[in-house]
């Protein structure tokens, strides 16, 4: 069952004359399609970053267990090492080709 504070966000149909966005490609095919196409995206880099680093602020926020401030020009929190050591990890040649794990875990952010 699908239920919402206000029933209308259920049963809102868009206004005629509006783009269709029903047959659009998931958020990860859609970034694939870009790369293989070289194209641009439906999303733009910077909300992409934006969204997932909001998700990523509240883990980690719940991680410490307390209320995080964010710097958005200097990406990072506010005076919490521990909050912004949490920011990156180094990548794992496992999963990835040692020259890529190199590369990112050089320029990858840093705190």
């Known amino acids: 069952i699908l239920e919402a504070s206000n029933p209308d966000f259920i049963s809102f149909d868009s206004p005629s004359g509006k ?5 659009t490609l998931t ?5 694939i399609r870009s790369i293989e196409k070289g194209a641009d995206s439906l999303q733009p880099l910077e909300v992409g970053h934006n969204v997932y680093f909001t998700n990523v602020m509240g883990l980690i926020a ?11 020009k200097k990406q990072q929190f506010i005076n919490d090492t521990a909050a912004n050591s949490m920011l990156s990890r180094p990548f794992r040649e496992k999963w990835i080709d040692r020259e890529v794990v190199e590369w990112m875990n050089k320029y990858q952010f840093s705190v």
Do not use: C, M, T
């Open 19 to 23: 783009v269709d966005y029903s047959g």
């Open 27 to 31: 958020d990860k095919a859609d970034f």
């Open 62 to 72: 719940i991680e410490v267990g307390r209320e995080l401030r964010w710097d958005n």
